[in-house]
T-cell receptor, first 113, second 112 residues
Framework: SQTIHQWPATLVQPVGSPLSLECTVEGTSNPNLYWYRQAAGRGLQLLFYSVGIGQISSEVPQNLSASRPQDRQFILSSKKLLLSDSGFYLC????????????FGQGTRLTVV | GEDVEQSLFLSVREGDSSVINCTYTDSSSTYLYWYKQEPGAGLQLLTYIFSNMDMKQDQRLTVLLNKKDKHLSLRIADTQTGDSAIYFC????????????FGRGTSLIVHP
């Protein structure tokens, strides 16, 4: 069966510090991978998606970047965090064919102070 | 405007039925989904419906689809306090190359 791991679960970082959130998927190959941010009352905002190793599409220009160094690994990064980067970050994956429902990680609560 | 719209809040009494509504704009959507998000957790797929179906029932959940009006609803029978969560409507076409579009989520509050 497929599983998705996302860590850390919570993170408190000072303004100006770097960020690295990691997401890995097990039990499948060549998944489509996604990073979402969820701000209170604003639903899910798609940040990045990837259809393959090294292939990153950005939906919203901002202070964040994403990388996919391996087939089932997706990393969300920042060189210098802003207060406005605080939020709940969700990683998700989908199969490339068929029903293609999205499977979500448990999320990372990031607080920038 | 947004591609998928939902009301933000719904409050019901325990034991009553809950109906969460969603409208979408993309008539080529193949799949429509309902996800549940409990506090501090990721989203879990509750149920889905193909665009060529009108209704799908799964235990206490009933999904109704009006394709002509692009209207989707989720009915929860005998709502329990454990059903309190945020419910997201989403739509996509078949195939992983299409990015699912999510609504903003409806917060369901169940009170005794």
């Amino acid at each position: 069966s497929q599983t998705i791991h996302q860590w850390p679960a919570t993170l408190v970082q000072p303004v100006g510090s770097p960020l690295s959130l990691e997401c890995t998927v097990e039990g499948t190959s060549n998944p489509n991978l996604y990073w979402y941010r969820q701000a209170a009352g604003r639903g899910l905002q798609l940040l990045f998606y990837s259809v393959g190793i090294g292939q990153i599409s950005s939906e919203v220009p901002q202070n964040l970047s994403a990388s996919r160094p391996q087939d089932r690994q997706f990393i969300l990064s920042s060189k210098k965090l802003l207060l406005s980067d605080s939020g709940f970050y969700l990683c998700a994956w989908r199969k490339t064919r068929g029903l293609s429902e999205a499977f979500f990680g448990q999320g990372t609560r990031l607080t920038v102070v | 405007g947004e591609d998928v719209e939902q009301s933000l809040f719904l409050s019901v009494r325990e034991g009553d039925s809950s109906v969460i509504n969603c409208t979408y704009t993309d008539s080529s959507s193949t799949y429509l989904y309902w996800y549940k998000q409990e506090p501090g957790a990721g989203l879990q797929l509750l149920t889905y419906i193909f665009s060529n179906m009108d209704m799908k029932q799964d235990q206490r959940l009933t999904v109704l689809l009006n394709k002509k009006d692009k209207h989707l609803s989720l009915r929860i029978a005998d709502t329990q306090t454990g059903d309190s969560a945020i419910y997201f409507c989403a739509e996509s076409m078949a195939g992983g190359s299409y990015i699912p579009t999510f609504g903003r989520g409806t917060s369901l509050i169940v009170h005794p």
